[in-house]
């Protein structure tokens, strides 16, 4: 069974700061790896994904992300925080297989800027 | 292209009684799948319906279930509504084309179960 945990259920940073959320994940096959961003009282908005292609993936709104099957880590980066990056963030996993239209989500880490 | 869109947004039921909501996915898309948001479960998966049938099923108990239209719109429904089945529930279509497509979500339903 796949299965993802994001460390650190808050993060806090200074505007213009380094935004580091932290995601590994667990899986019997490479997977696929997705980051989606929710504001208050939406849905979720994809920011980028890995899908067995290059290992550091370019998502919306400056962010980005490196898949380290090593340490089976898929870490999302941004190196200047905005105060629009205040919002919760999931991680999630999926198998890569045909018809698996199923995502795992991580419990998610709330992430806010201080001005 | 539209995005996914739901009805109707928010909901309030009473225990015992049953709720259907309802998914209209992005044109073209034939996927859909439904999640289950709440503070101390977190996001789960409910089921996927593509092509009308039901393709993937998560670990709910049988008073949830769902069925998709050949215009590919979705609904699901919940009965013998209990406490905890208060939630944002989400939808998210996708059109599989190879192996894995994104998942694109609507807003959610917000149901309450007073």
């Known amino acids: 069974a796949q299965s993802v945990t994001q460390l650190g259920s808050h993060v806090s940073v200074s505007e213009g700061a380094l935004v580091l959320l932290r995601c590994n994940y667990s899986s019997s096959v490479p997977p696929y790896l997705f980051w989606y961003v929710q504001y208050p009282n939406q849905g979720l908005q994809l920011l980028l994904k890995?899908?067995?292609?290059?290992?550091l993936v370019k998502g919306i709104n400056g962010f980005e992300a490196e898949f380290k099957k090593s340490e089976t880590s898929f870490h999302l980066t941004k190196p200047s925080a905005h105060m629009s990056d205040a919002a919760e963030y999931f991680c999630?996993?999926?198998?890569?297989?045909?018809?698996?239209?199923?995502?795992?989500f991580g419990q998610g880490t709330r992430l806010t800027i201080n001005p | 292209k539209a995005g996914v869109t739901q009805t109707p947004r928010y909901l309030i039921k009473t225990r015992g009684q049953q709720v259907t909501l309802s998914c209209s996915p992005i044109?073209?898309?034939?996927?859909v799948s439904w999640y289950q948001q709440t503070p101390g479960q977190g996001l789960q998966f409910l089921f996927e319906y593509f092509s009308e049938t039901q393709r993937n099923k998560g670990n709910f108990p049988g008073r949830f279930s769902g069925r998709q239209f050949s215009n590919s719109r979705s609904e699901m429904n919940v009965s013998t509504l209990e406490l905890g089945d208060s939630a944002l529930y989400l939808c998210?279509?996708?059109?599989?084309?190879?192996?894995?497509?994104?998942?694109?979500f609507g807003p959610g339903t917000r149901l309450l179960v007073l």
């Open positions: 890995y899908t067995s292609a290059a290992t």
């Open positions: 998210a279509s996708s059109d599989p084309q190879g192996t894995q497509e994104t998942q694109y």
């Open positions: 044109s073209g898309h034939r996927s």
């Open positions: 999630a996993v999926s198998p890569p297989f045909q018809g698996a239209q199923k995502l795992v």
